[in-house]
Structure formats: C-alpha cells, structure tokens
C-alpha cells in the first residue's frame, strides 16, 4: 500500500520560514508527479505548488509564488516545500499528493492525484 507521510509543520511568526517534507513509499517516486495542496479552517482544499517527474518542472499557486519552492529528492523518494516569508493566511494543514507513475494530468486539479498523506499542520502567528 503506497504511503506518504508530511513532517515539517508547526508553528511559526509571520516572515518565519518552514520546510515541509513528504516522504513516499511503496511508489515507483521517479515516475510521479508530485503535488502540495492546502486546506485552511473553513475552506476548501487548494493547490499550492507542483513538480514534474524529473524535477525539471515546478508550478505554483500565485498566492505562494516567489515564496515557497518545491523541490524533489528522487534517491530519498522524497518531496519538500520551503515556505518563506510565511504570513497568517498561509495556516492550513498541508497535504502531500502523488499522480500514478507515468501519469501526466493537470497538476492544479486534486482529481488528478492519486494518493495522498494525513496532512500536516502549519500555523503562522501574526
């Protein structure tokens, strides 16, 4: 059974950084795409940022861009989320997602991914 587990979260000041980490097993990794979405108290779940199989790819949010970056580490079969200059509308819980290996779908649509983590909370204090 394919298994993704997020770490990273906690709480944090705004303008303070985090950096998310998902960890896959159980997964052909270097054939997904690889996805982080958020969902906040209240609202629906969201995309926030996308990596290709190779890594050569990145895609994000615009609410998220020029602050976080996603990056992918193919021999730890691991994805991570550096969150920069955090502000309070960035509290949500995070969700690591996986597209089926060799899959190419849309990477902003939640429907497209096919497995997912538990969620991690962040919490960022004004």
């Known amino acids: 059974q394919v298994q993704l587990v997020e770490s990273g979260g906690g709480l944090v000041r705004a303008g303070g950084s985090l950096r998310l980490s998902c960890a896959a097993s159980?997964?052909?990794?270097?054939?997904?795409?690889m996805g982080w979405f958020r969902q906040a108290p209240g609202k629906e779940r969201e995309f926030v940022a996308a990596?290709?199989?190779?890594?050569?790819?990145?895609y994000y949010a615009d609410s998220v861009k020029g602050r976080f970056t996603i990056s992918r580490d193919n021999a730890k079969n691991t994805v991570y989320l550096q969150m920069n200059s955090l502000k309070p509308e960035d509290t949500a819980v995070y969700y690591c997602?996986?597209?089926?290996?060799?899959?190419?779908?849309?990477?902003?649509?939640?429907?497209?991914?096919?497995?997912w983590g538990q969620g991690t909370q962040v919490t960022v204090s004004s």
């Open positions: 159980r997964l052909t990794f270097s054939a997904c795409a």
């Open positions: 997602a996986a597209m089926s290996p060799y899959y190419m779908g849309s990477y902003y649509r939640q429907g497209e991914y096919a497995y």
């Open positions: 990596i290709s199989w190779s890594g050569g790819n990145t």
